[in-house]
């Protein structure tokens, strides 16, 4: 017997509301029985998970793990409605990229219960493109506002310890990970011997996120303590990357973005324009894709950004029209993004594509390139 917990006046067919999804849209869809069985499944990690080749060593006083693999293709994205198909997995993993890191909203659960997220990160997991990435590659993410709890919530979540466990039992962090213990998601990772080394930051702009304003903030206390450690002490790698949920460098949509935390904004942006090694930022949430360089706005170091945002549902174009430090065009398709690294070289040239989910490239170029 079919019992449905119907979860929204009016359930609309996929074809319907997925042609009209706007930025702040909650998706109507139903909760089964069916649903309720794969909540209660246990998520921990299958057995052929996370490749051999990348076995990991723990520093948890520094909030950090390490890889000895070297990675050339680092692929990443957002915003993935889970009840749509997820057949990108498949050409994403027919990639073999060493690391797939998400950037938010892996999952949209905002009017779900903590006891059906389960199930809801299940559809992901299952998707048998994914199980494929999963044997592939290195998997790393944090969350956005879909996953973590609801639209635009940020710190005065409820069931933000619970949410934590949920995320990382999807990511298959050990168990005894101090990620597992700590609040909030935010980690360092590096990747690849000390003189060609990739070290990936991953922020939580979640769990201790204020209402917006000019002196509110986005990370905390300890987020902000363990960035300052990492970033200014920690030994230099060849290239830095900074996964962030939020777009950093555009300033002039009205979505969310760092620039609606300027005081924060600029503390980073000194953090990273002291940093002698290249810096790139990752980002995700707006439901379009783009590529954006700083020239010269962190006392004249260059920073770019890609931003990838819509595994199933881009094309909204609600913050995608004003940018002036867009390079290249602004991706209205589903895409993901890829970073590959050319470590034949002395000092490593990364490059970037933004491709369809059909694996086409949309957009791409040279980091850095003058």
Not at 49 to 66: E, K, M
Not at 104 to 124: K, Q, S
Not at 273 to 296: A, C, M, Q, T, Y
Request: net charge negative; glycine share 8%; with cysteine.
């Amino acid at each position: 017997m079919k019992i449905s917990i119907l979860l929204l006046a009016v359930v609309l067919n996929s074809n319907a509301w997925a042609a009209g999804i706007i930025g702040d849209t909650v998706f109507p869809y139903e909760v089964t029985a069916e649903d309720e069985a794969l909540a209660s499944l246990a998520m921990g990690p299958f057995a052929d998970a996370q490749n051999a080749q990348a076995v990991a060593t723990y520093d948890p006083f520094h909030s950090t793990t390490y890889f000895s693999g070297q990675p050339k293709t680092i692929a990443f994205a957002s915003c993935n409605f889970q009840r749509l198909s997820q057949d990108h997995f498949k050409v994403i993993a027919s990639m073999k990229p060493d690391v797939w890191v998400w950037l938010g909203d892996i999952i949209y659960a905002d009017i779900l219960p903590m006891n059906l997220r389960r199930g809801e990160y299940r559809h992901v997991k299952m998707a048998t493109g994914y199980q494929q990435l999963r044997k592939e590659s290195v998997i790393l993410g944090v969350w956005d506002d879909h996953d973590y709890g609801y639209n635009n919530v940020g710190e005065d979540f409820k069931d933000k310890k619970e949410s934590q466990r949920l995320i990382l039992d999807f990511l298959d962090e050990p168990a005894a990970s101090p990620r597992r213990t700590q609040e909030g998601i935010y980690w360092t990772y590096r990747f690849g011997p000390a003189d060609q080394q990739v070290r990936i930051v991953l922020l939580d702009l979640r769990y201790f996120r204020e209402v917006a304003g000019p002196d509110h903030d986005l990370l905390g206390a300890e987020q902000w303590k363990f960035l300052e450690d990492e970033l200014v002490q920690g030994a230099q790698p060849a290239l830095t990357i900074i996964g962030s949920s939020t777009q950093f460098l555009p300033t002039e949509h009205n979505g969310d973005r760092w620039d609606q935390y300027p005081r924060a904004r600029q503390r980073l942006l000194n953090l990273v324009s002291n940093l002698p090694e290249k810096v790139i930022f990752l980002s995700g949430d707006v439901h379009f894709g783009e590529v954006s360089r700083s020239e010269g706005l962190a006392r004249g170091k260059i920073i770019e950004e890609v931003t990838a945002s819509g595994l199933t549902h881009a094309g909204l174009g609600a913050h995608s029209s004003v940018n002036r430090l867009r390079v290249g065009n602004a991706v209205q398709r589903n895409h993901f993004g890829v970073i590959q690294m050319d470590w034949a070289r002395a000092q490593p040239q990364p490059s970037y594509e933004i491709r369809s989910v059909d694996g086409s490239v949309l957009e791409s170029g040279r980091f850095f390139a003058n």
